[in-house]
């Protein structure tokens, strides 16, 4: 894949966290398996959660849930079926909050865990912008490659959607 017209998506950078041979999976079109109970059971969440108030919109090649509060202030959410993957949920939302900065338009993140009936709102620092930089470029690079990397077992392996192209 050409590395100068690919573009990170916020999905990316959530699994950059994760494991990079599942961006590679991801951004090279495999489906994750759809049989995965734990991928129907995350969908369920985000569909079904907040649906008076959200609204999802496409920008800049990325969808993000936008929800405007009481005093007018737009509030950019991440819905998570779980606080397990905090890391990469934050900086997947620090990376919508960079887009929209980038057009002028302020936000404020929060993450959402339904589940576990909690909101943690997140501010973009300069740090979280340094270190999106850095793993932009590196998300690139693994696209790039024209093999996925190597698998290597991790805490997430049991729970992937692509567990079936690393561990038959
Ligand atoms: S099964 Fe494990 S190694 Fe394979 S893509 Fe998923 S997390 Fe990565």
Redesign the pocket.
Known sequence: MDNLTFNVTGTLVWYYY?????VW?MAHGLEPDSDNPFIDIGKLIHETSYKREKKEVQFDGVKMDVITDDNGKTIVAEIKKSSRFKQSATMQLAFYLTKLKEAGLEAVGELRFPSEKRKEKIELTPEMEGELEKICGEIKSIVSLNVPPK????K??SS????D???V
Do not use: D, N, S
């Not at 698998?151 to 991790?154: F, L, T």
């Not at 992937?160 to 567990?163: L, N």
């Open positions: 994760i494991c990079k041979r599942e999976l698998p290597e077992k991790c997430y392996c992937c959607g692509y567990r192209f690393c561990w």
